[in-house]
């Protein structure tokens, strides 16, 4: 209930100027057991574009544990028959989900900006994401490679097997509505799962875009089943749900926390992507402007609101001068405004909550003793942005390596500059953070670049390029406080989203102990 008054307090501070409240808004039901129904309680919530507050997107279902209850009644009944469809024909599927969802693109791209805000271009490749991921991971349904390997008796032989762990629970956040889903829902469905998906409670109609694709591409009812609602309610119900063997959750570490804790009262399996602190290294040989180009990237792409943003620029000393001043000029002179705008180079950030957290941030780092706030830092509140969520593109210049706004997960514009005078310094200050999950070096000596790769404790690092541009071929994920040891997206997910069974088939007609009975003419 709290959180259900936090979010409505979330939603009508999220006026800024009276809103003018349509009848024709749409409702939008929760999906149970193949079906579009409203929620128990027959309450709604609202979903406001962050650009515009006027603009109402739709009233989706309010859920309760009782539509969680259903919604896994309906996952169970679905259970047997889709783990018994063989994989490839489960594939086949999903590759009919990821010509829909291409055929789509631009129409769920334009409805994610008017929810999530980010430009088109960004919203676009978060589309683009869900379709890679599903192109990629139906593929699996001809792989999902077990193996074989010598008994050590005779006549005896041994494998092993993915099997589906069961019925999941998928927990979203709302800075990647369409692309995070995926990543969760689609190697569930390969491996043979049924899953209940709850989107952030800001950003349901894409993850609402993805799930009605999954009817359209023919996926039997009961095995994919939608609840929107706010996280405490929905959220939690999820969680606790004794009869979800896997919880996959994508969040805050804070409240991937409470996830885990409820995961292991009741020894669900829980994986967990969570919060980041990210850093670009940049050396003295450095290649200055590329290394701008991808920290203004890394820092002010989706509005610093990525879990893999630039939010910390380690950069050597001999340049750092040069370094901000560039980096400064650069921030001022991007355009920011309504995502759906062609000219915007970066949109609003998500909500009123959001503003009051970075801004605080802000006003922090104005009082940290020695840091300079460079450029930025106001809200923006007159004309087209009125109605928004508004933030400066801002950059803290001087900044100490412990000070909060270097060691603090933002999400939002902001970013913090941090002299360094050696490489060794450099990955100190950049492992020096609770988070673990993107790094990056910008330099032109192969030695000191292999140097990073090997001593920067993170699950992404990347090379002459920003810290952000995951592909999703490849594991993702991070150590420390961003996870909790598992990888999502390459085939690495599928040891989340499947269990190995161990076989074997003696065929010799006789009892053969294992580590007692010795081979003739052995032991
Ligand atoms: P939150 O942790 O606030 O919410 C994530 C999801 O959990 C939402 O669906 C939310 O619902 C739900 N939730 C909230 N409370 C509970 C609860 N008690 N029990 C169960 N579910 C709950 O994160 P944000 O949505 O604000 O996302 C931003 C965070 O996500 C950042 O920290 C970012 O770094 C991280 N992130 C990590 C990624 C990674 O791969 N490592 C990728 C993307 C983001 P509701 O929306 O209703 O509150």
């Given at each position: 209930?709290?959180?259900?008054?936090?979010?409505?307090?979330?939603?009508?501070?999220?006026?800024?100027?009276?809103?003018?409240?349509?009848s024709s808004?749409?409702?939008?039901?929760?999906?149970?057991?193949?079906?579009w129904?409203?929620?128990?309680?027959?309450?709604?919530?609202?979903?406001?574009?962050?650009?515009?507050?006027?603009?109402?997107?739709?009233?989706?279902?309010?859920?309760?544990?009782?539509?969680?209850?259903?919604?896994?009644?309906?996952?169970?009944?679905?259970?047997?028959?889709?783990?018994n469809?063989?994989?490839?024909?489960?594939?086949?599927?999903?590759?009919?989900?990821?010509?829909?969802?291409?055929?789509?693109?631009?129409?769920?791209?334009?409805?994610?900006?008017r929810?999530?805000?980010?430009?088109?271009?960004?919203?676009g490749?978060?589309?683009?994401?869900?379709?890679?991921?599903?192109?990629?991971t139906?593929g699996?349904?001809?792989?999902?490679?077990?193996?074989?390997?010598?008994?050590?008796?005779?006549?005896?032989?041994?494998?092993c097997?993915?099997?589906?762990?069961?019925?999941?629970?998928?927990?979203?956040?709302?800075?990647?509505?369409?692309?995070?889903?995926?990543?969760k829902?689609?190697?569930?469905?390969?491996?043979?799962?049924?899953?209940?998906?709850?989107?952030?409670e800001?950003?349901?109609?894409?993850?609402?875009?993805?799930?009605?694709?999954?009817?359209?591409?023919?996926?039997?009812?009961?095995?994919?089943?939608?609840?929107?609602?706010?996280?405490?309610?929905?959220?939690?119900?999820?969680?606790?749900?004794?009869?979800?063997?896997?919880?996959?959750?994508?969040?805050?570490?804070?409240t991937g926390?409470t996830?885990?804790?409820?995961?292991?009262?009741?020894?669900?399996?829980?994986?967990?992507?969570?919060?980041?602190?990210?850093?670009?290294?940049?050396?003295?040989?450095?290649?200055?402007?590329?290394?701008?180009?991808g920290?203004?990237?890394?820092?002010?792409?989706?509005?610093?609101?990525?879990c893999?943003?630039?939010?910390?620029?380690?950069?050597?000393?001999?340049?750092?001068?040069?370094?901000?001043?560039?980096?400064?000029?650069h921030?001022?002179?991007?355009r920011?405004?309504?995502?759906?705008?062609?000219?915007?180079?970066?949109?609003?950030?998500?909500?009123?909550?959001a503003?009051?957290?970075?801004?605080g941030y802000i006003?922090?780092?104005?009082?940290e003793?020695?840091?300079?706030?460079?450029?930025?830092?106001?809200?923006?509140?007159r004309?087209?942005?009125?109605?928004?969520?508004?933030?400066?593109?801002?950059?803290?210049?001087?900044?100490?390596?412990?000070?909060?706004?270097a060691?603090?997960?933002?999400?939002?514009?902001?970013?913090?500059?941090?002299?360094?005078?050696?490489?060794?310094?450099?990955?100190?200050?950049?492992?020096?953070?609770?988070?673990?999950?993107?790094?990056?070096?910008?330099?032109?000596d192969?030695?000191?670049?292999?140097?990073?790769?090997?001593?920067?404790?993170?699950?992404?690092?990347?090379v002459?390029?920003?810290?952000?541009?995951?592909e999703?071929?490849?594991?993702?994920?991070?150590?420390?406080?961003?996870?909790?040891?598992?990888?999502?997206a390459?085939?690495?997910?599928?040891?989340?989203?499947s269990?190995?069974?161990?076989?074997?088939?003696?065929?010799s007609?006789?009892?053969?102990?294992?580590?007692?009975?010795?081979?003739?003419g052995?032991?």
């Open positions: 209930m709290a959180q259900a008054k936090k979010a409505l307090a979330k939603n009508n501070s999220r006026q800024t100027s009276p809103r003018i409240v349509r808004v749409k409702t939008y039901d929760n999906y149970i057991g193949g079906k129904v409203p929620s128990e309680s027959g309450e709604h919530f609202e979903n406001i574009n962050p650009a515009d507050t006027n603009d109402i997107i739709g009233r989706f279902a309010l859920s309760t544990s009782k539509d969680v209850n259903a919604a896994v009644n309906a996952a169970r009944e679905a259970f047997d028959g889709w783990r469809t063989p994989a490839p024909r489960r594939a086949e599927i999903l590759f009919r989900l990821g010509e829909i969802l291409l055929g789509n693109k631009p129409r769920f791209t334009a409805d994610m900006t929810e999530m805000g980010k430009v088109l271009k960004e919203a490749g978060d589309v683009q994401e869900a379709i890679d991921c599903t192109y990629y139906a699996e349904g001809r792989r999902l490679h077990g193996f074989t390997t010598p008994a050590e008796m005779p006549d005896k032989f041994a494998m097997v993915r099997q589906p762990v069961g019925l999941c629970g998928l927990i979203t956040p709302w800075n990647f509505p369409m692309a995070i889903p995926s990543w829902l689609i190697p569930a469905l390969v491996c043979g799962n049924t899953v209940v998906l709850k989107p952030a800001d950003t349901p109609f894409s993850t609402y875009n993805l799930v009605e694709a999954c009817e359209q591409a023919g996926i039997p009812p009961g095995v994919v089943n939608l609840v929107t609602g706010y996280g405490e309610n929905a959220g939690a119900a999820i969680t606790n749900h004794t009869a979800l063997r896997l919880i996959s959750f994508t969040g805050s570490t804070e926390r996830v885990a804790s409820a995961c292991a009262e009741r020894n669900a399996i829980c994986s967990l992507e969570m919060g980041g602190k990210n850093v670009i290294i940049v050396m003295e040989d450095a290649d200055i402007d590329l290394a701008i180009e920290a203004v990237w890394g820092a002010f792409g989706t509005s610093g609101q990525r893999t943003a630039s939010s910390r620029l380690v950069v050597h000393k001999k340049i750092y001068k040069q370094f901000c001043k560039k980096l400064v000029e921030a001022k002179r991007l920011v405004g309504n995502g759906a705008d062609a000219k915007t180079d970066m949109g609003p950030v998500i909500n009123a909550d503003v009051k957290k970075i801004m006003d922090i780092g104005q009082k003793d020695g840091a300079t706030l460079a450029c930025g830092g106001k809200r923006l509140t004309g087209e942005y009125a109605r928004g969520f508004f933030i400066e593109p801002t950059v803290f210049t001087d900044v100490a390596p412990d000070m909060r706004i060691q603090e997960e933002i999400f939002g514009p902001v970013t913090t500059v941090i002299p360094t005078r050696s490489l060794d310094e450099a990955v100190e200050i950049a492992n020096g953070v609770r988070y673990g999950l993107s790094a990056a070096i910008y330099t032109t192969v030695n000191r670049a292999f140097r990073a790769m090997n001593d920067m404790y993170t699950g992404i690092f990347y002459n390029a920003s810290t952000i541009g995951a999703v071929h490849l594991p993702f994920g991070g150590t420390k406080a961003t996870g909790n040891g598992h990888r999502e390459g085939t690495q997910v599928l040891d989340i989203f269990e190995w069974k161990s076989i074997y088939v003696d065929y007609g006789k009892l053969q102990r294992a580590q007692i009975d010795m081979v003739e052995m032991g």
